[in-house]
């Protein structure tokens, strides 16, 4: 494959400008560079923790011992992660009308932070939790996690993170306005996803023949040769700072 060009930034920014109703399609690549790990490949946190933490069965046989480990990786670890330059661009892009929304499948929140206020979250948030006896939502900073498992202070029942575990499936609502997005979608900017997390990495697949999809990813992924028409082959960050300098840019020599 040959390399990125500056013509390839120069389409992307031009087909950004010109789009009606884009969406960005973010992945874990997108918060790496704010300090968040993958959770598969070598340095992925499945390389140090063990999956079953996060399988709704176990968690509902062993809330203390999954919670333990939840709350190192979620809560001790994340709570001062700080949002990049490719968070700030796509609240950016929301802002000058340029961008619809972001489904992400991260649930950092980060998104939010920079700005961007049209988010589905497709696997939910870390940022809230549920109770699963009476259905009552907490922020999570109204709760002290020293004490494990969090109960519900309105009926004692056992909290649980407000992301998707294995086995449970993928809120309605952020599935179908997630698939209606993408439906009528003119413009994919798919962002720091390999594609290999089902259901999510199917979304793709189902924009508009006519829709042009532009992928930034440090590595090819299942999209870039099957769907991608312009593949800027970097980091996120970077990528969004070249791509941020050619549109915004452009609109101060207007």
């Avoid at 120069?10 to 959770?39: D, L, M, N, R, Y």
């Avoid at 497709?122 to 809230?128: D, E, I, N």
């Avoid at 109770?131 to 907490?138: D, P, R, S, V």
């Avoid at 179908?176 to 439906?183: A, F, I, K, N």
Wanted: net charge negative.
């Amino acid at each position: 494959m040959k390399g990125t060009t500056t013509n390839d930034y120069e389409k992307a920014a031009g087909i950004i400008q010109s789009s009606k109703s884009a969406v960005a399609f973010t992945g874990a690549g997108i918060s790496v560079e704010s300090g968040i790990p993958t959770f598969r490949g070598p340095s992925g946190l499945w390389s140090r923790y063990d999956p079953k933490i996060l399988d709704i069965d176990y968690f509902m046989r062993h809330p203390e011992s999954s919670w333990r480990t939840i709350r190192e990786i979620f809560y001790d670890f994340m709570q001062n992660i700080e949002l990049n330059a490719a968070h700030r661009f796509l609240a950016k892009l929301e802002t000058r009308h340029l961008l619809r929304g972001v489904i992400t499948q991260n649930i950092d929140s980060l998104h939010q932070k920079a700005g961007s206020r049209n988010v589905i979250e497709f696997h939910g948030t870390a940022g809230r939790l549920t109770c699963l006896g009476c259905g009552k939502h907490y922020d999570i900073s109204e709760l002290s996690l020293k004490k494990l498992p969090p109960k519900c202070e309105a009926c004692g029942g056992l909290l649980k993170p407000d992301f998707v575990f294995f086995k449970e499936p993928i809120p309605k609502e952020a599935f179908e306005e997630s698939s209606r997005l993408c439906l009528e979608a003119d413009l994919l900017l798919i962002i720091g996803t390999t594609g290999e997390i089902m259901p999510a990495s199917q979304l793709p697949y189902s924009v508009p023949e006519t829709c042009r999809i532009i992928e930034i990813n440090i590595e090819p992924s299942n999209y870039t040769h099957a769907l991608t028409d312009i593949f800027l082959q970097e980091k996120a960050t970077v990528a969004a700072e070249k791509l941020d300098n050619l549109i915004f840019g452009r609109e101060v020599e207007k």
